[in-house]
């Protein structure tokens, strides 16, 4: 199999520890994975365990010494990015072109024509919210790949659709996106 570049970015969702089992089925089978986070994503999984998990340390700090202009570098490099857990917040963020942190960034700078996929993990509210229903389908129309969500049981209790879809279908849509 070919080695393909993948940047890997995780937004802050109780699913976050998910990622880290695709990230090291993607690292395992050969290709090259870069993470890149919101500051809230690194509250659920540590900067270490995906460093450890990549070979390279998280992108994180747009202003960081030495990465100041990875926000650019990370987008051209990529061959596919995909966001897994894709928050409320950060989807809402992509959706309206804000560039705030590195995860907005990148989505700005990074070319569409290459495939960017979107995996949500929300509770069932926030995923059905007019808000976040009306940025997937703006982001849909960019050309982003919005994965479905598992229907099921959600951290808070509820049922409903919002659970993070399992990781093993997210892997092959990743592998199916790469073409
Ligand atoms: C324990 C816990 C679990 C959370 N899980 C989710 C989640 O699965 N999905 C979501 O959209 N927000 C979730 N949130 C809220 C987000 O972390 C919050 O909206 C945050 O601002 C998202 O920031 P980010 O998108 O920049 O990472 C959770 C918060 C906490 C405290």
Redesign the pocket.
Known sequence: MSKFRILFQ???????YKSCAIISKLVQDGHEVQTA?????L??VGGATLSGLTGKPVFNDIFEAGRTMDHIILAKWADLAVLC???????N?LANGLAS?C?GTLFLAYDLKKPYLIA????QE??NHPA?QSSLKKLQNWGVQVLPTDFGH???GDLGP?R?LNPDAIYEKIMEARG
């Open positions: 995780l937004s802050g969702s109780i699913a976050c986070s919101t500051a809230n994503a509250k659920f857990p894709a928050t409320a917040h950060t989807i963020q942190d995860i949500p993990a929300m509770n926030m995923y976040t959600q951290a808070c919002g993070l």
